[in-house]
Nanobody, 127 residues
């Protein structure tokens, strides 16, 4: 079982930046699918970015609302993924969750592939 722990959340003014980290522990594989979700009270959890990696093939997904502003990346050991958030807007305010799949899936943009989540980290963007 893979355990996921997010960090890096906080409060920033509109236009600012934050970098979220997600550390993974437990059984790790060389091929993986992970992503970042966000959720606000009363609304469904939204997939904002995903990454999958298997051998020489990698695929990245971004929600339209964050394209050009957010960047998802990984470390060489595949134990940590990051979400670099720039040009933040008040509507980005949410609890951000790191998510993982029980196995490798090539489509990191399919929410049905994700089954495990961290406890979340709060991101607040003020105007």
């Amino acid at each position: 079982q893979v355990q996921l722990v997010e960090s890096g959340g906080g409060s920033v003014q509109a236009g600012g930046s934050l970098r979220l980290s997600c550390a993974a522990s437990g059984r790790l594989s060389t091929s993986y699918t992970r992503g970042w979700f966000r959720q606000v009270p009363g609304k469904e959890r939204e997939l904002v970015a995903g990454i999958s990696w298997s051998g020489m093939i990698s695929r990245i997904y971004y929600a339209d609302s964050v394209k050009g502003r957010f960047t998802i990346s990984r470390d060489n050991a595949k134990s940590t993924i990051y979400l670099q958030m720039s040009s933040l807007k008040p509507e980005d305010t949410a609890v951000y969750y790191c998510a993982g799949a029980p196995r490798y899936y090539s489509d990191s943009g399919d929410v049905r592939n994700y089954a495990y989540w961290g406890q979340g980290t709060q991101v607040t963007v003020s105007s």
